[in-house]
């Protein structure tokens, strides 16, 4: 059962920065892609950016240009670097671990991100 750790999540104030760390356990598939979802209260979870383990990624557009994803194969760790963040980021973050097709996932237990003056 692979586990993944998220870190980073917290306070900051409109137009601060904040960075996210999730680590697998282990790895166990290939290809694979690593991502971040959030979920705000009342909302449905989206997609707020993906990478593969070849390096291609993507990114919801609300993000785009203000949030960049990154991954380290060897450490099995998917990094999102949030700037300029805005209090509708304000959400619950959730890593996803899966494989090339999508049919077997693992997720993260959630960092509390909140964006408030």
């Known amino acids: 059962q692979v586990q993944l750790v998220e870190s980073g999540g917290g306070l900051v104030q409109p137009g601060g920065s904040l960075r996210l760390s999730c680590s697998a356990s282990?790895?166990?598939?290939?290809?694979?892609?690593m991502g971040w979802y959030r979920q705000a209260p009342g909302a449905q979870r989206e997609m707020v950016a993906t990478i593969t383990s070849g390096g291609t990624t993507n990114y919801v557009d609300s993000v785009k240009g203000r949030f960049t994803i990154s991954r380290d194969n060897a450490k099995n760790t998917v990094y999102l670097q949030m700037n300029s963040l805005k209090p509708e980021d304000t959400a619950v973050y959730y890593c996803r671990y899966w494989n090339g097709t999508g049919s077997r996932t693992y997720w993260g237990q959630g960092t509390q991100v909140t964006v408030s003056s």
């Open positions: 282990e790895s166990i598939f290939s290809p694979s892609a």
